[in-house]
């Protein structure tokens, strides 16, 4: 039986009936359109349902699912068309000004579909929805309309963290107070819309994994900076170097197949260079040289008599938590800037005048775990390395720069590599840059619930006794339990600690040490704002559930028993910036640009300080 058809303007005759993706094949019409924009050049999967086009009898359809049907008599086929243009033209535009495949938001609508069987919403007001935006700058938005209103975030928010910076109203739906948002981005978790791995019925069909795009966008997410990043990386008056935070390691793998857990710090070298970073450098490092200064910190509130307990401070989520609610308690707050922040202040100074490259040029993009690390790296006094250059005459006035320049979550960091068509599983594994990179065990269990404290009486004990402390690993302070306790002996003085995970865990220990209670009595308190530290980081990957954070726990601790060096005073890099740059902990240097200052926030709020429920 033969077949006529049409090919764009060729009349074809079949001998008998074929599949579409054959007559395709066989009169050599290609199968990917080229993408209409540079920055979207990435896009060239064969089975991309998205701009993979082809129009049949009049009518615009994906190839990938038309493959295997055959044509029939009469068939019109066109592989160019005004109307095929007109449609990729609208989806690319759409994919660049949203960052959203909308083939891929289609198929997350079955979870809208669940909702109005329970109830949440009906389909067909939502569908006339057009609300704006509603942003908590510079680390979240909510997207209002592809919500589907069923308050995970707000009871997570207020219930779970105990920061009721989420309301519901039955018009608007979600709605942000602002001012009391610590940016935790636990709400981000929660939220059932988007980030998830798409099911088999869905992408995986069309090969969508390896795509920038092939995660669905969730109501509630981060402000996405993959865009300032990937124009950085192609501009060549920017120098742009990149540190990844330790528990950024142990979950990662995750999205490219690999179990929760899976440690790819060598991968992750390869593979940002293969992106075009300069410099890789690593976040343990830096977090070595918090160890360093917030242990002697430590030290010497417990000599001098200085405000106790001291306040661990690397967990932005947790800082901001507490300027908003526990202003009273800012005292009690290390100095000692976050590990990112320090590395910020370090490579613009020391590494920028050791590697001969214009402050002024340096671009630093962090990799986190963790949303509120976007809003500390904007913090005001977060620029220290532009005073320090300033001071010397260097730098103008008007060239004022930020220590951080953008701040990545580790979703975002997954995104970015596929954009650089990076598979990170099939990465080598390579060594990181020299100068800020090399990092001791101690390091790695930063990104756990009780790793700073273990790490900072690994080294305090030792710089007070002068002799190794025998027990490295302190078992009560790594568990889940929501507020741990424990204490060490330190020459003489029995060193009292607390870990609290969460900020509903938080808020029970600040009320504690504020009213006079058990914990006013302790000398040193580790909070994480986020459950089970950064390794349960409002920016980790998608899903974070119980069984995750332990096997991503269990990464990071594997990361420091393997390492010879279990001790930050020992790290080789962290005792030469020290002899070339900052003499010692909490000297000058350390201290302009190793250290900061907080800032009572509660007045900013509508109630008052410690109203947290
Ligand atoms: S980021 Fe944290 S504080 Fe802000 S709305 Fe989400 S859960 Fe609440
Ligand atoms: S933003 Fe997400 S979690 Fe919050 S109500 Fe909407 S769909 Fe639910």
Same mark, same amino acid.
């Given at each position: 039986?033969?077949?006529?058809?049409?090919?764009?303007?060729?009349?074809?005759? !079949?001998?008998?009936?074929?599949?579409?993706?054959?007559?395709?094949?066989?009169?050599?019409?290609?199968?990917? #359109?080229?993408?209409?924009?540079?920055?979207?050049?990435?896009?060239?999967?064969?089975?991309?349902?998205?701009?993979?086009?082809?129009?049949?009898?009049?009518?615009?359809?994906?190839?990938?699912? =038309?493959?295997?049907?055959?044509?029939?008599?009469?068939?019109?086929?066109?592989?160019?068309?005004?109307?095929?243009?007109?449609?990729?033209?609208?989806?690319?535009? #759409?994919?660049?000004?949203?960052?959203?495949?909308?083939?891929?938001?289609? !198929?997350?609508?079955?979870?809208?579909?669940?909702?109005?069987?329970?109830?949440?919403?009906?389909?067909?007001?939502?569908?006339?929805?057009?609300?704006?935006?509603?942003?908590?700058?510079?680390?979240?938005?909510?997207?209002?309309?592809?919500?589907?209103?069923?308050?995970?975030?707000?009871?997570?928010?207020?219930?779970?963290?105990?920061?009721?910076?989420?309301?519901?109203?039955?018009?608007?739906?979600?709605?942000?107070?602002?001012?009391?948002?610590?940016?935790?981005?636990?709400?981000?978790?929660?939220?059932?819309?988007?980030?998830?791995?798409?099911?088999?019925?869905?992408?995986?069909?069309?090969?969508?994994?390896?795509?920038?795009?092939?995660?669905?966008?969730?109501?509630?997410?981060?402000?996405?900076?993959?865009?300032?990043? =990937?124009?950085?990386? @192609?501009?060549?008056?920017?120098?742009?170097?990149?540190?990844? %935070?330790?528990?950024?390691?142990?979950?990662?793998?995750?999205?490219?197949?690999?179990?929760?857990?899976?440690?790819?710090?060598?991968?992750?070298? &390869?593979?940002?260079?293969?992106?075009?970073?300069?410099?890789?450098?690593?976040?343990?490092?830096?977090?070595?040289?918090?160890?360093?200064?917030?242990?002697?910190?430590?030290?010497?509130?417990?000599?001098?008599?200085?405000?106790?307990?001291?306040?661990?401070?690397?967990?932005?989520?947790?800082?901001?938590?507490?300027?908003?609610?526990?202003?009273?308690?800012?005292?009690?707050?290390?100095?000692? @800037?976050?590990?990112?922040?320090?590395?910020?202040?370090?490579?613009?100074? #020391?590494?920028?005048?050791?590697?001969?490259?214009?402050?002024?040029?340096?671009?630093?993009?962090?990799?986190?775990?963790?949303?509120?690390?976007?809003?500390?790296?904007?913090?005001?006094?977060?620029?220290?390395?532009?005073?320090?250059?300033?001071?010397?005459?260097?730098?103008?006035?008007?060239?004022?720069?930020?220590?951080?320049?953008?701040?990545?979550?580790?979703?975002?960091?997954? @995104?970015?590599?596929?954009?650089?068509?990076?598979?990170?599983?099939?990465?080598?594994?390579?060594?990181?840059?020299?100068?800020?990179?090399?990092?001791?065990?101690?390091?790695?269990?930063?990104?756990?619930?009780?790793?700073?404290?273990? %790490?900072?009486?690994?080294?305090?004990?030792?710089?007070?006794?002068?002799?190794?402390?025998?027990?490295?690993?302190?078992?009560?302070?790594?568990?889940?339990?929501?507020?741990?306790?424990?204490?060490?002996?330190?020459?003489?003085?029995?060193? @009292?600690?607390?870990?609290?995970?969460?900020?509903?865990?938080?808020?029970?220990?600040?009320?504690?040490?504020?009213?006079?209670?058990?914990?006013?009595?302790?000398?040193?308190?580790?909070?994480?704002?986020?459950?089970?530290?950064?390794?349960?980081?409002?920016?980790?990957?998608?899903?974070?559930?119980?069984?995750?954070?332990? &096997?991503?726990?269990?990464?990071?601790?594997?990361?420091?028993?393997?390492?010879?060096?279990?001790?930050?005073?020992?790290?080789?890099?962290?005792?030469?910036?020290? &002899?070339?740059?900052?003499?010692?902990? !909490?000297?000058?240097?350390? #201290?302009?640009?190793?250290?900061? &200052?907080?800032?009572?926030?509660?007045?900013?709020?509508?109630?008052?300080?410690?109203?947290?429920?």
């Amino acid at each position: 039986m033969t077949l006529a058809i049409q090919l764009d303007e060729q009349q074809v005759t !079949l001998e008998s009936p074929a599949r579409l993706l054959t007559v395709l094949a066989q009169h050599k019409r290609r199968l990917v #359109h080229p993408p209409l924009f540079e920055e979207l050049s990435w896009i060239d999967n064969p089975r991309c349902p998205l701009i993979n086009l082809v129009e049949v009898d009049g009518q615009v359809v994906p190839i990938a699912v =038309w493959a295997d049907r055959l044509v029939r008599d009469g068939m019109v086929i066109r592989t160019r068309s005004e109307q095929l243009e007109a449609v990729l033209q609208e989806r690319l535009t #759409h994919l660049r000004d949203h960052q959203e495949c909308q083939f891929i938001r289609q !198929l997350q609508e079955f979870v809208a579909a669940e909702a109005e069987s329970r109830g949440l919403i009906e389909l067909e007001k939502r569908a006339e929805w057009r609300f704006e935006p509603r942003m908590s700058p510079p680390s979240l938005l909510h997207d209002p309309n592809s919500c589907v209103r069923c308050r995970a975030c707000v009871d997570t928010c207020n219930d779970i963290q105990g920061v009721g910076a989420l309301s519901f109203d039955e018009k608007q739906g979600v709605l942000f107070d602002d001012a009391k948002c610590t940016r935790c981005g636990q709400c981000i978790l929660s939220c059932p819309v988007g980030f998830r791995k798409m099911p088999g019925f869905g992408a995986d069909i069309f090969g969508c994994d390896p795509c920038p795009f092939s995660r669905p966008l969730g109501a509630m997410r981060e402000i996405d900076d993959t865009p300032k990043v =990937w124009k950085a990386l @192609k501009d060549r008056e920017k120098y742009v170097v990149v540190q990844f %935070a330790p528990a950024v390691r142990a979950t990662l793998g995750e999205e490219f197949g690999m179990e929760p857990g899976a440690l790819v710090t060598g991968k992750l070298y &390869a593979g940002l260079r293969r992106l075009g970073f300069k410099q890789v450098w690593d976040t343990n490092f830096s977090a070595d040289l918090t160890i360093m200064e917030e242990g002697h910190e430590l030290l010497d509130r417990l000599k001098q008599g200085g405000k106790l307990p001291q306040f661990t401070s690397c967990s932005p989520g947790w800082i901001r938590y507490c300027e908003i609610f526990y202003p009273d308690l800012i005292p009690n707050l290390s100095t000692a @800037k976050s590990p990112q922040q320090m590395l910020g202040a370090v490579a613009k100074t #020391h590494a920028a005048e050791k590697l001969g490259i214009d402050p002024r040029r340096m671009y630093v993009v962090s990799i986190m775990p963790c949303t509120a690390k976007k809003i500390e790296a904007a913090r005001e006094e977060m620029d220290s390395s532009y005073s320090y250059w300033r001071e010397k005459g260097r730098v103008k006035q008007e060239e004022r720069f930020q220590d951080v320049d953008v701040v990545l979550t580790s979703r975002e960091a997954a @995104k970015l590599l596929k954009m650089g068509k990076i598979d990170l599983a099939a990465m080598p594994e390579e060594q990181p840059d020299p100068l800020l990179s090399q990092y001791t065990g101690a390091a790695p269990i930063f990104g756990r619930t009780g790793g700073v404290m273990e %790490a900072a009486l690994r080294t305090a004990y030792e710089v007070v006794a002068g002799k190794p402390l025998e027990q490295l690993e302190f078992e009560s302070l790594g568990t889940m339990e929501g507020v741990k306790v424990a204490s060490v002996s330190v020459d003489g003085i029995e060193v @009292k600690v607390a870990v609290a995970h969460g900020l509903a865990n938080a808020r029970k220990v600040c009320e504690s040490v504020r009213q006079g209670g058990e914990f006013s009595q302790y000398h040193f308190i580790e909070f994480m704002a986020c459950d089970g530290g950064c390794i349960g980081g409002g920016g980790q990957l998608i899903p974070t559930n119980t069984m995750v954070r332990k &096997a991503r726990t269990g990464g990071v601790n594997r990361d420091d028993c393997e390492h010879p060096l279990r001790k930050s005073h020992l790290n080789p890099e962290v005792q030469q910036l020290y &002899a070339e740059f900052l003499n010692e902990p !909490l000297g000058h240097l350390s #201290h302009h640009l190793l250290h900061t &200052a907080y800032v009572d926030r509660s007045r900013q709020t509508q109630s008052s300080a410690g109203s947290a429920e």
